[in-house]
């Protein structure tokens, strides 16, 4: 299957499906804690990981003489392709910013799909300005430097407490991001349909007023009656 169409099946269904179907294959950690949709009005977004490693500052290390290095955020930048979901581990600290607004606005041009952390932004109305799509834990005025060393890209992370590996599949919406891995992508997909398409027949069901016992989860006779009613739509 191709990204293009595995997306778009994606892009149907909520993080809340997808960490249910996750774990009915034996994935319970694949939700990660602190990443919030900087704007309340924020789109489900869909894409492969790209990937960003912090570690704990080290003052010879973390300076703003570091930013200028073939090995920093502008060099993981430039190598950004588009549409990637940039997942950076920033360890969850919450009082050094990451990103601020001016690059922010060159991964907008180079056509990033959106920015996801467990740490924080800085320069919160120009970051918005930009019109790059954060999921975060928020703002704050120092830099990154003041409480991290960037070390690499595109290798394995863990951010909000969830391992991460390039490529994997993100889906970020407004309860936050699901990472669904590589190999596991077209199945969840597929079963997360599935499991919207249920969903939304037992929210029918709900409606006319049926008891929830027998009908969420659904048992044997509702099983039966829904793949009746839907073979006939």
Not at 49 to 56: C, E, G, K, M
Not at 63 to 75: I, K
Request: contains cysteine; hydrophobic residues 45%.
């Amino acid at each position: 299957m191709s990204d293009k169409d595995l997306f778009a099946q994606l892009a149907h269904v909520t993080t809340a499906t997808l960490t249910t179907v996750l774990l009915k294959k034996g994935l319970r950690n694949v939700w990660m804690r602190g990443p919030k949709p900087l704007r309340a009005e924020q789109k489900r977004l869909v894409g492969r990981a790209f990937t960003l490693r912090f570690v704990p500052a080290r003052e010879d290390l973390a300076t703003p003489e570091s930013w200028a290095s073939p090995r920093s955020t502008r060099g993981a930048i430039e190598d950004m392709p588009p549409a990637v979901m940039v997942v950076v581990d920033a360890m969850g600290v919450r009082d050094a910013g990451i990103f601020g607004d001016i690059l922010c606005a060159r991964m907008v041009k180079r056509g990033v799909g959106a920015l996801i952390t467990d740490g924080v932004v800085r320069d919160l109305a120009g970051v918005l300005g930009t019109g790059l799509p954060v999921w975060c834990s928020g703002a704050a005025a120092p830099p990154s430097v003041a409480g991290l060393t960037f070390v690499n890209w595109q290798e394995p992370i863990g951010c909000g407490g969830v391992a991460i590996f390039p490529d994997d599949v993100i889906v970020a919406d407004a309860d936050g991001a699901v990472v669904i891995p590589k190999a596991l992508a077209e199945a969840v997909a597929a079963a997360s349909v599935e499991q919207e398409k249920l969903e939304s027949w037992i929210m029918g069901e709900v409606e006319k007023g049926t008891k929830l016992p027998g009908l969420y989860p659904p048992d044997a006779a509702t099983k039966a009656r829904y793949e009746a009613e839907t073979k006939r739509t």
